[in-house]
T-cell receptor, first 111, second 112 residues
Framework: RKEVEQDPGPFNVPEGATVAFNCTYS??????FFWYRQDCRKEPKLLMS???SGNEDGRFTAQLNRASQYISLLIRDSKLSDSATYLC????????????FGPGTSLSVIP | DVKVTQSSRYLVKRTGEKVFLECVQD?????MFWYRQDPGLGLRLIYF???????EKGDIPEGYSVSREKKERFSLILESASTNQTSMYLCASSPGNNSPLHFGNGTRLTVT
């Protein structure tokens, strides 16, 4: 089993749709969790951190389920500009060689 | 806003050349990283540094070395470039463990 797995995608959704991405991780000692977005041929950019209580930033909601070892990202009212690859990132502990990037899930929002 | 600057967006080098990729961050971050990203393989950690003159190997250090003489600067060195090192190279920094990484805009290196 890979350390961090994501929905394989790609996701093709119409504008205005709600889309959810899931990510599972294998290391139960993981301590911090993030979602990044990456546009084609650009660097990854931090979208949001994921907290145990769940957190929301505008149209984006992130959830963490430690018992089941998964995190999710919900995007409401999708915009064309949301088209990107979404990377799940898990920090497994005190050492940075434990920062694991998921393979990413591609989203295309269609007019 | 954190600014991580990579010296070149695009580089073309010949096999056997020594290649230097430079990265500078302006937020006094302790930790700096070098990744490469290839289609289908995702982001892979080459080296990281948690302090000046300190370095740790990542997942794929072979063929690379690094230098961190000043806190704000982290250099990646390809001692003898090979075609399989053609890739997108991404530098990142962070203030500490469990903090998010902030990436530079990447260097797309082609080795011919």
């Amino acid at each position: 089993r890979k350390e961090v797995e994501q929905d394989p995608g790609p996701f093709n959704v119409p504008e205005g749709a709600t889309v959810a991405f899931n990510c599972t991780y294998s290391n139960s000692a993981s301590q911090s969790f993030f979602w990044y977005r990456q546009d084609c041929r650009k660097e990854p950019k931090l979208l949001m951190s994921v907290y145990s209580s769940g957190n929301e930033d505008g149209r984006f909601t992130a959830q963490l389920n430690r018992a089941s070892q998964y995190i999710s990202l919900l995007i409401r009212d999708s915009k064309l500009s949301d088209s990107a690859t979404y990377l799940c990132v898990v920090n497994g502990g005190a050492s940075y060689d434990k920062v694991i990037f998921g393979p990413g899930t591609s989203l295309s929002v269609i007019p | 806003d954190v600014k991580v600057t990579q010296s070149s967006r695009y580089l073309v080098k010949r096999t056997g050349e020594k290649v230097f990729l430079e990265c500078v961050q302006d937020m006094d971050h302790e930790n700096m990283f070098w990744y490469r990203q290839d289609p289908g393989l995702g982001l892979r950690l080459i080296y990281f540094s948690y302090d000046v003159k300190m370095k740790e190997k990542g997942d794929i250090p072979e063929g690379y070395s690094v230098s961190r003489e000043k806190k704000e600067r982290f250099s990646l060195i390809l001692e003898s470039a090979s075609t399989n090192q053609t890739s997108m190279y991404l530098c990142a920094s962070s203030p500490g463990n469990n903090s998010p990484l902030h990436f530079g805009n990447g260097t797309r290196l082609t080795v011919t």
